[in-house]
């Protein structure tokens, strides 16, 4: 019946779905809702819809499979790889109203919340109870629970806590096929074969639209200090991890350039000391008794003395690791105004430095004029390496040139067994580089999934799946 819908035919049925005004279509909203941080391109979806009852996104769902129409799901915005851009005249379904904490369990220390309460929402909801929500990045202010499910998202304290994967006992979701599938439902153990909830996490809206989800929440940190250390050179990374690893207990182990350290105190941030290193170190440990601080006075000492750090500051005060903080969560929207190519790579954290100087070592030789930026999470292995345009190259003539060069910088995350999107997710910038780190049996296991959950393939198209199907 659907098919020969006009698009007017199409949005009046999509507002008699959710409602007059929780449908929008001008272009302002329609470029707003249609994109994420990559603003890749321009985006063009033909309506926003608002729904408010996970029915509401079952008929939206029904509808769009049988008018043939696309949709692409749309939580924060605040991705990275393009994977909430709707670029064809797709259906947006933005969560925003579904964004209830609709239970607590004690108990079980956990929350079932709609896929739109965002994710600094979920962190101040159990701190009101006296637990943790951990998964935490720069982006939780606006990040909302159903996009940090469908991207798996990390964050800075994956070191000790994992990722969103972890704290998900339950998901809802509707299917592209518009039935409503209640996964897991909250249990700890469930061995009843194959776990579709660990499928939908990380599946970027190409399996359906997360409507509800269980959290599981954790008891409330130590205290803690935050450590800045400036370093003489890369090898010394790993000794200082060793040498903190066996002292203290870390929540948190960042680094970052000279470079990115100079575009974060551009951007209004104080250096925390004078020296000038070519890297710096963030590390978060818990400080909740004498021994412990001792510990960490006595491991900064020992790093000192073996030239391993140059100079370093451990916080005082929770204002001064607030913003020794920032001086690390500040630096993509610092660098957001330059543009940069995105990379967001890993390896195993004991092969980062290999890592990292081969890849200086390819740039050096073939783009020297690239400047590169280096920062990331490296206690486990994830680096984001932000390339900055150099002035004279037309910015179509810089992408083609780090296309090329992610040609040899994937040869080198290929021959490390690392990983081409290590935490910001394939969307449409990486699902190129796929085939890189996945063989074609993978790449066709993951076609075949994506059909059973999806089967007419209306799902937010061309995201993760190597070829973008006309629609
Ligand atoms: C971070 O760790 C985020 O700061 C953003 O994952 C990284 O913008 C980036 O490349
Ligand atoms: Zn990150």
Same mark, same amino acid.
């Given at each position: ?46 309506? #926003?819809?608002?729904? &408010?009852? /996970?029915? %509401?996104? +079952?008929?939206? $769902?029904? !509808?769009?499979?049988?008018? @043939? ?88 304290? #994956?070191?000790?806590? &994992?990722? /969103?994967? %972890?704290? +998900?006992?339950? $998901?809802? !979701?509707?299917?592209?096929? @518009? ?101 710096? $170190?963030? !590390? ?108 004279? !190259? ?78």
């Amino acid at each position: 019946m659907g098919a020969e819908l006009t698009d007017l035919d199409f949005i009046r049925r999509v507002r008699g779905i959710c409602g007059q005004k929780n449908v929008l279509t001008g272009t302002a909203d329609l470029e707003f809702f249609g994109s994420d941080r990559t603003r890749l391109a321009t985006p063009a979806p033909l309506a #926003v819809a608002f729904p &408010g009852t /996970t029915e %509401q996104v +079952v008929d939206l $769902v029904r !509808l769009a499979a049988s008018a @043939g129409r696309s949709v692409v799901p749309s939580g924060g915005r605040t991705g990275l790889s393009g994977g909430a851009m709707a670029l064809r005249g797709e259906l947006v379904i933005a969560m925003d109203r579904m964004n209830t904490i609709k239970a607590f369990d004690a108990i079980n220390q956990s929350v079932v919340c709609q896929a739109g309460v965002v994710t600094a929402q979920l962190q101040a909801y159990a701190r009101d109870r006296g637990l943790f929500y951990p998964v935490d990045f720069a982006a939780s202010g606006s990040s909302q629970i159903g996009g940090n499910i469908a991207t798996n998202a990390g964050g800075i304290r #994956v070191i000790r806590y &994992g990722m /969103t994967r %972890q704290w +998900v006992s339950g $998901v809802k !979701l509707v299917t592209g096929g @518009g039935d409503v599938l209640d996964l897991n439902r909250g249990l700890t153990k469930n061995n009843t074969g194959y776990d579709l909830r660990h499928l939908v996490v990380g599946s970027e809206g190409t399996l359906g639209i997360v409507v509800e989800a269980t959290m599981q929440l954790t008891t409330s940190p130590p205290p803690s200090s935050v450590v800045c250390l400036a370093l003489a050179k890369l090898d010394a990374v790993m000794e200082v991890s060793r040498a903190f690893k066996a002292s203290s207990s870390l929540s948190a182990f960042e680094f970052f350039s000279e470079a990115a350290m100079k575009a974060v105190v551009a951007s209004g941030e104080t250096r925390p000391f004078d020296t000038i290193a070519p890297f710096y $170190v963030l !590390l978060e440990l818990d400080a909740d008794t004498e021994s412990r601080v001792d510990a960490a006075f006595n491991c900064f000492e020992r790093c000192v003395r073996e030239a391993w750090v140059m100079d370093g500051v451990i916080s005082q005060s929770g204002e001064q690791a607030a913003r020794l903080w920032r001086l690390r969560e500040g630096i993509s929207e610092a660098l957001a105004p330059l543009q940069p190519y995105k990379n967001d790579l890993s390896v195993t954290p004991s092969q980062v430095p290999v890592f990292l100087a081969e890849v200086e070592e390819v740039c050096r030789s073939h783009y020297p004029d690239f400047s590169l930026v280096w920062y990331g999470h490296i206690g486990d292995g994830n680096l984001h390496l932000n390339v900055l345009k150099p002035e004279q !190259l037309t910015a179509a003539a810089f992408h083609e040139r780090c296309n090329e060069a992610n040609e040899k910088i994937y040869q080198i995350v290929q021959s490390l067994g690392g990983s081409v999107s290590a935490e910001h997710g394939v969307g449409l910038l990486k699902r190129g580089a796929l085939a890189r780190t996945s063989t074609p049996p993978e790449l066709a296991i993951l076609r075949h999934i994506k059909s059973a959950f999806d089967p007419s393939g209306i799902m937010n198209p061309g995201k993760i799946m190597p070829t973008i199907p006309d629609s």
